[in-house]
């Protein structure tokens, strides 16, 4: 069982950053592949980025491809995903969520087990 929380998200105007955080309890969290989703009301919920148990291998949406950096810390449990050049379309909840497989990383919903609750972002023009 894991259990994630989100963190760091908020109102910024278009052009600045942001950093949100998910922490996961349970000691198994190096296991698995963490990944990051968001949801704009009515729209489905997308992906965004996804990084392997190890932080060896990433893959991105390509609307975020070179403004967004997805890391993790597997001593801290944590994994982040650093926003750049924030646009008003980047608003949204904003999911972190663990998948098993192995040394893989994982870019559908269906591919993973937990999810956070959600960090809102709120971009303004």
């Known amino acids: 069982q894991v259990q994630l929380v989100e963190s760091g998200g908020g109102l910024v105007q278009a052009g600045a950053s942001l950093r949100l955080s998910c922490a996961a309890s349970g000691r198994t969290f190096s296991r698995y592949a963490m990944g990051w989703f968001r949801q704009a009301p009515g729209v489905e919920r997308n992906f965004v980025a996804t990084i392997s148990w190890d932080g060896g291998v990433t893959y991105y949406a390509e609307f975020v491809k070179g403004r967004f950096t997805i890391s993790r810390d597997n001593a801290k449990n944590t994994v982040y995903l650093q926003m750049n050049t924030l646009k008003p379309e980047d608003a949204a909840v904003y999911y972190c969520?663990?998948?098993?497989?192995?040394?893989?990383?994982?870019?559908?919903?269906?591919?993973?087990?937990?999810w956070g609750q959600g960090t809102q972002v709120t971009v303004s023009s």
């Open positions: 969520a663990a998948a098993n497989v192995g040394a893989g990383v994982a870019a559908t919903r269906g591919m993973y087990d937990y």
